[in-house]
């Protein structure tokens, strides 16, 4: 349905209205709003056209009306008034990112985690798409004759540390042979190479000191795996366990399904379909996310690939707020990440 002029603005009342007191509203005080211009008849009239090409919901008789998710959708996509973030605000986001340095996970969390703050809302991202996967850096570190620690950085500057201790003392020699070995076998290749049967090659090989090492295969193993689970990150989910829109069912329904990291990919991949900004209605996606909202946007790292990012929260939100919001951490997220992969491939071929 094509909605006229004073529909679609009746409309945008009615949400921006609900945005705020998230009441239901009356054609009589949408009436006061217009300044009388126009009559509470028609703009009755209009509300139960509205009404019935589904943009809104009536909660009982003598109630007012209620933006139903494809009212959220309509608003978003045409009828909100376009925001740009404030100068006091790009400044605070600016500070807020100012200590987010070290290798790129801690860059990502970090920066997921401050868009949760500033938003009151849950915050999700994903590494780049084409990068993050190769394995740049094994390190193989003697701390003690037993204690030993590996590091596995990525393409894109992710960087993993684990500690281990092995069951009787390792020469230094050892230690170093086996980083190069390590690294002989897996640098350059993807982290999907990182397997089981792969360590259990290894150990084969190893022979008798093989055993001894095992933890320390171990925890390079498990650090791999690390890495591609640290493909996404999510943070937020106690600011919707205490927003008003969610009952204690609802947001503890949605708080587990996000717990599920494949299901947070899943929704991710979502921001590949299309450019810019783009709004999912949850019911629309899962059962789980009925009456939540999926915001997402792509940030881009030039030819070193692309990342998502975005929030999830309830359908009533202020998304003139949060959109310019969304963008500038992107934005930002885009460039430290761009400027750390430049600083990682430096190092490597310096």
Do not use: W
Not at 11 to 35: C, H, N, Q, R
Not at 49 to 62: D, I, K, M, N
Not at 229 to 252: E, F, S, V, W
Not at 314 to 320: E, S, T, V, W
């Amino acid at each position: 349905m094509q909605l006229d002029e004073r529909k679609s603005r009746i409309l945008k009342a009615i949400v921006e209205s609900y945005i705020t007191s998230g009441e239901p509203i009356g054609s009589k005080a949408l009436a006061e709003m217009f300044d009388n211009c126009v009559s509470s008849a028609t703009i009755r009239n209009d509300m139960t056209v509205l009404t019935s090409a589904g943009y809104l919901e009536q909660p009982h008789t003598s109630a007012g009306r209620l933006p139903t998710a494809r009212a959220f959708a309509l608003y978003v996509e045409r009828l909100m008034d376009k925001r740009s973030l404030p100068f006091q605000e790009a400044q605070l986001i600016d500070e807020m990112l100012s200590g987010a340095s070290g290798d790129a996970t801690r860059l990502l969390e970090d920066t997921c985690r401050a868009l949760a703050d500033i938003t009151g809302l849950a915050a999700v991202a994903t590494r780049p798409d084409e990068v993050g996967s190769c394995i740049s850096r094994i390190d193989v570190l003697q701390m003690s004759p037993r204690n030993m620690a590996v590091v596995l950085a990525l393409d894109n500057g992710f960087l993993r540390t684990r500690m281990c201790r092995c069951q009787r003392d390792i020469p230094t020699k050892f230690t170093q042979a086996l980083g190069e070995y390590l690294s002989r076998r897996f640098l350059g290749g993807p982290l999907t190479a990182v397997t089981v049967s792969a360590m259990q090659e290894i150990l084969l090989e190893l022979g008798e000191a093989g055993l001894a090492v095992a933890p320390l295969l171990s925890a390079f193993y498990e650090l791999a795996l690390e890495c591609i689970n640290a493909k996404t990150a999510l943070t937020g989910q106690m600011n919707l366990l205490r927003h008003p829109d969610y009952d204690i069912h609802c947001a503890r329904t949605l708080t587990q399904f996000l717990s599920n990291r494949q299901n947070v990919g899943d929704l991710l991949e979502l921001a590949y379909a299309r450019e810019g900004v783009q709004l999912y209605l949850g019911g629309d996606l899962y059962p789980e996310m009925t009456g939540s909202t999926l915001i997402l946007t792509r940030y881009s790292l030039g030819k070193q690939g692309q990342g998502v990012m975005g929030i999830i929260g309830p359908q009533r939100m202020d998304y003139a707020a949060v959109i310019p919001r969304i963008e500038y951490f992107a934005t930002h997220l885009g460039r430290l990440m761009s400027e750390l992969f430049e600083e990682t491939e430096a190092l490597d071929f310096g």
